[in-house]
T-cell receptor, first 115, second 115 residues
């Protein structure tokens, strides 16, 4: 299995509080992604990174920010959590050769509940 | 813009019978297509991918998919279902050579295996 960890694995928080999710990889892959998974929607891309300090928005980026200060870590921040951000969040990585056309390897997911 | 449609939200088959999970896509460019599988309460795993080589793609666990450009389809098949195949399956489309790293996921098809 690809070396991808996510922390925390479960979190319950209250509306209006900031939340940061961490994705850590040991594969030295260039591309990293954050998705959310909700019933009936499959996975939707929030943000992605194509290198250190290089990030861009995905399909559902509103209310989220990301940072990548080193290759191995990709942080997802909810500045002020809302109940609509209750979801399962997955981090993924892919290799340097072709970016998104490479196979993506997924972390175990973080279940976030916003009350 | 590219899109992907999984034609069935649920598919139920008996153990030992064939499996067909349907996926149609639209893409302005030469697409790359993937099938991922998610077992209950687990992460996502790549089943197979098409990236403009052979149109019949073989994956893990006996699954295969055929890219049909004329029908814009990428259906997933398996000759004989096993109980361990019960999971949710996602069809994913991206485009080769585009600098916009968006991947579009289908809503998923839950495969139910009856004993």
């Amino acid at each position: 299995d690809a070396g991808i960890t996510q922390s925390p694995r479960h979190k319950v928080t209250e509306t209006g509080t900031p939340v940061t999710l961490r994705c850590h990889q040991t594969e030295n892959h260039r591309y990293m992604y954050w998705y959310r998974q909700d019933p009936g929607h499959g996975l939707r891309l929030i943000h992605y990174s194509y290198g250190v300090k290089d990030t861009d928005k995905g399909e559902v980026s509103d209310g989220y920010s990301v940072s990548r200060s080193k290759t191995e870590d990709f942080l997802l921040t909810l500045e002020s959590a809302t109940s609509s951000q209750t979801s399962v969040y997955f981090c993924a990585i892919s290799g340097a050769a072709q970016g998104p056309t490479d196979t993506q390897y997924f972390g175990p997911g973080t279940r976030l509940t916003v009350l | 813009a590219q899109s992907v449609t999984q034609l069935d939200s649920h598919v139920s088959v008996s153990e030992g019978t064939p499996v067909l999970l349907r996926c149609n896509y639209s893409s302005s460019y030469s697409p790359s297509l993937f099938w991922y599988v998610q077992h209950p309460n687990k992460g996502l795993q790549l089943l197979l991918k098409y990236t403009s080589a052979a149109t019949l793609v073989k994956g893990i666990n006996g699954f295969e998919a055929e890219f049909k450009k004329s029908e814009t389809s990428f259906h997933l098949t398996k000759p004989s279902a096993h109980m361990s195949d019960a999971a949710e399956y996602f069809c994913v489309v991206t485009q080769t050579g585009d600098s916009n790293y968006q991947l579009i996921w289908g809503a998923g098809t839950k495969l139910i295996i009856k004993p």
